[in-house]
């Protein structure tokens, strides 16, 4: 049960500092972003990025000076093992960097600490950005097979060797470090990112990260761009003037409506009974101990 469609090639940040919007761009994914733009001249396209250029530098300079939140050594450390309760079934993240399974959601392979899939592009990219850096890996032979199955779930040119290697690689410390790397480039800091920005504490940018990681950042009603845009239809965030927990409260609820979506009857523990149990309980610096379900299993961390 991973993202709703294919992963994205590039976004653009254009909105005001306060409450940054990114727009990705998908091949065949599930991008919005559709109208017909006119062609702007080379002056005012200068003008554009420079303006995005100081934008992002005053977002960074807001950032800085707020408190670290998901992004603190052991936030991040429980984020991870959060998702994982959903991902794996496990607490102990750093096990899964050598998972590879079809799980029969027509995403092709799940593999990894964070579900990258051979049908999402985000495999694809994983092992691109790895063979880069280390050309005499043990993935890099199947990287013909892996453009051609992207955004399929097919298996042809993977088979039967490709599990197998996927799981020798995860033995070299260079693949999981390279694991991390694109976790935290594709899914992790970009959602830290904009719930700092949208004025959210430690909670809700985990809630933001495991939304990405399960609907993907695309812009469409099931990605997580998508789902924020719906939710500020609803309720403006908290550096609007919003409420936390009623911006929450919606946004998880429309996220459990686009989990339905995608697959009637799919299994919603992870906002029912986990996230949705955290903000009821007016946890919003997600502090520990925490006690959650996912499917049925409770996970306990003190």
């Not at 590879?100 to 592009?121: K, L, N, R, S, V």
């Not at 790895?130 to 892996?146: C, E, I, Q, S, V």
């Not at 409420?243 to 995608?262: G, N, Q, S, V, W």
């Not at 799919?266 to 379900?293: C, E, H, I």
Request: aromatic letters at 10%; hydrophobic letters at 35%; charged letters at 25%.
């Amino acid at each position: 049960m991973k993202r709703a469609g294919c992963l994205v090639l590039s976004f653009i940040a254009v909105a005001p500092a306060a409450t940054a919007a990114f727009y990705f761009l998908s091949p065949g994914g599930e991008s919005d972003d559709s109208s017909a733009r006119p062609a702007a001249s080379a002056s005012a396209h200068s003008s554009a990025q420079d303006g995005s250029a100081a934008e992002r530098r005053a977002d960074d300079k807001m950032i800085a000076s707020l408190p670290p939140g998901l992004a603190a050594p052991e936030k991040k450390e429980l984020a991870q093992q959060i998702v994982a309760s959903a991902e794996n079934s496990t607490l102990d993240w750093h096990s899964a960097y050598g998972y590879i399974e079809d799980i029969g959601d027509g995403q092709g392979y799940t593999a990894g600490i964070i579900g990258f899939c051979t049908g999402t592009h985000d495999l694809l990219t994983l092992v691109e950005r790895y063979t880069k850096k280390h050309p005499d890996n043990g993935l890099a032979r199947y990287l013909p097979a892996l453009r051609k199955v992207d955004g399929t779930d097919s298996h042809d040119g993977l088979d039967p060797g490709f599990t197998a290697a996927w799981k020798s690689e995860a033995g070299r410390q260079a693949f999981r470090d390279a694991q991390d790397d694109e976790r935290d480039r594709v899914y992790f800091d970009p959602a830290v990112r904009l719930a700092k920005l949208d004025g959210l504490g430690t909670l809700g940018q985990f809630i933001y990260y495991d939304a990405m990681v399960f609907h993907g950042p695309g812009t469409g009603p099931t990605s997580f761009y998508g789902l924020r845009e719906a939710t500020l239809g609803e309720a403006d965030t908290p550096s609007q003037g919003g409420k936390e927990a009623a911006y929450l409260d919606i946004f998880l609820d429309l996220r459990r409506k686009a989990m339905l979506t995608k697959k009637a009857g799919l299994d919603t523990s992870r906002v029912d009974t986990a996230q949705r149990r955290f903000l009821y309980d007016g946890n919003l610096s997600l502090k520990t101990p925490l006690t959650w379900q996912v499917y049925g299993e409770t996970y306990r961390v003190r």
